[in-house]
């Protein structure tokens, strides 16, 4: 794994919604946990929005509520990536480092915008 990839240090500040990261480049990056519970690459939440974007019916109603953003807790898994468990006790989706770097919002990586973190 490449340096730029690697992290020396996360933070999740749960009150504003963001994960920051610092890399062992030094750079910053900063993730909302709106985008990374979005973005969860585990097989279910891949499926629902494979399923969502197949869906020719704009009209979708759900009695369940959205997913929660909030992360209840975080662990590391391996040397590559991080896990999170969301306050509604989803927590199968492993976020690997490269993927998060790749993914990286700030404007000097993506000026487009982050891509998805994984292509359904």
């Known amino acids: 794994m490449s340096?730029?990839?690697?992290p020396q240090?996360?933070?999740?500040?749960r009150a504003a919604g963001v994960m920051y990261v610092i890399w062992l480049d030094d750079h910053h990056s900063e993730y909302l946990l709106t985008w990374l519970?979005?973005?969860?690459?585990?097989?279910?939440?891949r499926e629902e929005r494979r399923t969502a974007a197949l869906a020719t019916d704009l009209l979708r109603l759900s009695a369940t509520?959205?997913?929660?953003a909030a992360i209840a807790g975080a662990e590391?898994?391996?040397?590559?990536?991080?896990?999170?468990?969301?306050?509604?006790g989803?927590?199968?989706?492993?976020?690997?480092?490269?993927?998060?770097?790749?993914?990286?919002p700030c404007l000097d990586c993506n000026p487009d915008g982050a891509p998805p973190?994984?292509?359904d």
Not at 3 to 6: A, F, G, M
Not at 65 to 68: E, G, I, L, T
Not at 76 to 87: E, L, M, P
């Open 90 to 104: 989803h927590g199968a989706g492993i976020f690997p480092f490269s993927a998060l770097r790749a993914a990286c």
């Open 37 to 45: 519970r979005g973005n969860c690459p585990c097989a279910t939440c």
């Open 65 to 68: 509520p959205p997913p929660s």
């Open 117 to 119: 973190l994984v292509i």
């Open 3 to 6: 340096t730029e990839s690697r």
């Open 9 to 13: 240090e996360f933070t999740i500040d």
């Open 76 to 88: 590391f898994v391996g040397h590559y990536a991080i896990r999170f468990t969301w306050t509604d």
